[in-house]
T-cell receptor
Framework: GENVEQHPSTLSVQEGDSAVIKCTYSDSASNYFPWYKQELGKRPQLIIDIRSNVGEKKDQRIAVTLNKTAKHFSLHITETQPEDSAVYFCAVPRGYGGSQGNLIFGKGTKLSVKP | GAGVSQSPRYKVAKRGQDVALRCDPISGHVSLFWYQQALGQGPEFLTYFQNEAQLDKSGLPSDRFFAERPEGSVSTLKIQRTQQEDSAVYLC?????????????FGPGTRLTVL
């Protein structure tokens, strides 16, 4: 079955620096790659996603890059702010020939942004 | 519009009690998922509904766990004879259709503590 690995497990940066989180996956048929942000005690919230027909997607300070050959995708946050502090999860859907499947999550990265 | 809602937000049960957790998905969403999130971990899949049909229950940890969605909208996750290892946050997610690329929107979760 699909296997998702996420690194690093913790990341501490100074405000204004960039942060990069990487995930690798095993199923070459995977075609959708979301990133969720979860603040303490809150629900996971989608912050950006990418589909397999593009290599990069950007939304203001957040970007995601996808390398389908190497089977990895990364979250990039620039100009980090204290409110970016949270746990970030990558996920890959378990597909059934393109039909909906559950998400398989990485173990999460706890990002701390120091003022 | 209204997002995914769950009730209760917190539930404390004595070992051996039965509990019922409710999920109200976004109106019109076809797909509904239940996940279990242990402290410091990513969400793990429990079960999946497409409308009223339970298409996948492979993630349910034991036959004490039961889920239903009788009218294709509200769903209930029931845990019988609760054990301490059932303590976790139970998350519900819904998505509009049934494609593997559809975004899953999460509810705030129910934090279950079994004493």
């Amino acid at each position: 079955g699909e296997n998702v690995e996420q690194h690093p497990s913790t990341l501490s940066v100074q405000e204004g620096d960039s942060a990069v989180i990487k995930c690798t996956y095993s199923d070459s048929a995977s075609n959708y790659f979301p990133w969720y942000k979860q603040e303490l005690g809150k629900r996971p919230q989608l912050i950006i996603d990418i589909r397999s027909n593009v290599g990069e997607k950007k939304d203001q300070r957040i970007a995601v890059t996808l390398n389908k050959t190497a089977k990895h995708f990364s979250l990039h946050i620039t100009e980090t702010q204290p409110e970016d502090s949270a746990v970030y999860f990558c996920a890959v859907p378990r597909g059934y020939g393109g039909s909906q499947g559950n998400l398989i999550f990485g173990k999460g990265t706890k990002l701390s942004v120091k003022p | 519009g209204a997002g995914v809602s769950q009730s209760p937000r917190y539930k404390v049960a004595k070992r051996g009690q039965d509990v019922a957790l409710r999920c109200d998905p976004i109106s019109g969403h076809v797909s509904l998922f239940w996940y279990q999130q242990a402290l410091g971990q990513g969400p793990e899949f429990l079960t999946y509904f497409q409308n009223e049909a339970q298409l996948d229950k492979s993630g349910l940890p034991s036959d004490r766990f039961f889920a239903e969605r009788p009218e294709g909208s509200v769903s209930t996750l029931k845990i019988q004879r609760t054990q301490q290892e059932d303590s976790a946050v139970y998350l519900c997610a819904s998505s509009l259709a049934r494609r593997s690329t559809d975004t899953q929107y999460f509810g705030p979760g129910t934090r279950l503590t079994v004493l």
